[in-house]
T-cell receptor, first 115, second 113 residues
Framework: NAGVTQTPKFQVLKTGQSMTLQCAQD?????MSWYRQDPGMGLRLIHY???????DQGEVPNGYNVSRSTTEDFPLRLLSAAPSQTSVYFC??????????????FGEGSWLTVV | ELKVEQNPLFLSMQEGKNYTIYCNYS?????LYWYRQDPGKSLESLFV?????AVKQEGRLMASLDTKARLSTLHITAAVHDLSATYFC?????????????FGSGTQLTVLP
């Protein structure tokens, strides 16, 4: 059971480049989400999904796109990378429609640097 | 706007001592999550508190929830070095089509020998 898998683990981008962070889970979870964590801070929600074909914005969605074509995958796209998007990105998933009491499983994180 | 405040933000304590981390939040939530994060690592789930008055214990850690006071505590008993980490509380709050976790800034705990 792999849990929540994120790729890549490390990435350096130039300003203006685009890229996709991949997230896959093998637990048949309905709820998936993306967070970013900046130094010395807690996690902030970027986008989330409560099922295939359904996505919604979180607290800090600007500059990011998501889609959910399958239950297993929830990629995060950076359209035109900016230095302010330098951060650690975490994908998370759970049963149900979100953190209503179910355990939330986090991936290992993706360290992104935009230069 | 929901605010989640943890205190202290930094905690240095001696092995064997007891201490409590406090988590205050500004919007009604009937449950709360606690996580642990080691440097450069992901988040590890510690507790999910599901109701007012809930108390859960695991080893040297005990968490409680008072939804009326909008307060959760994480109590550390007889600290050991392995407990050194950053601890986050996160109440789920209704937003959009689902509840969402809103994280505090974290409490960085260092246990000294």
């Amino acid at each position: 059971n792999a849990g929540v898998t994120q790729t890549p683990k490390f990435q350096v981008l130039k300003t203006g480049q685009s890229m996709t962070l991949q997230c896959a889970q093998d637990m048949n979870h309905e709820y998936m989400s993306w967070y970013r964590q900046d130094p010395g801070m807690g996690l902030r929600l970027i986008h989330y999904s409560v099922g295939a074909g359904i996505t919604d914005q979180g607290e800090v969605p600007n500059g990011y796109n998501v889609s959910r074509s399958t239950t297993e995958d929830f990629p995060l796209r950076l359209l035109s990378a900016a230095p302010s998007q330098t951060s650690v990105y975490f994908c998370a998933s759970s049963y149900g429609i979100g953190p209503t009491g179910n355990t939330i499983y986090f991936g290992e994180g993706s360290w992104l640097t935009v230069v | 706007e929901l605010k989640v405040e943890q205190n202290p933000l930094f905690l240095s304590m001696q092995e064997g001592k007891n201490y409590t981390i406090y988590c205050n939040y500004s919007t009604t939530s009937d449950r709360l999550y606690w996580y642990r994060q080691d440097p450069g690592k992901s988040l590890e789930s510690l507790f999910v508190l599901l109701s007012n008055g809930a108390v859960k214990q695991e080893g040297r850690l005990m968490a409680s929830l008072d939804t009326k006071a909008r307060l959760s505590t994480l109590h550390i008993t007889a600290a050991v070095h392995d407990l050194s980490a950053t601890y986050f509380c996160a109440p789920p709050v209704s937003s959009g089509s689902a509840r969402q976790l809103t994280f505090g800034s974290g409490t960085q705990l260092t246990v000294l020998p």
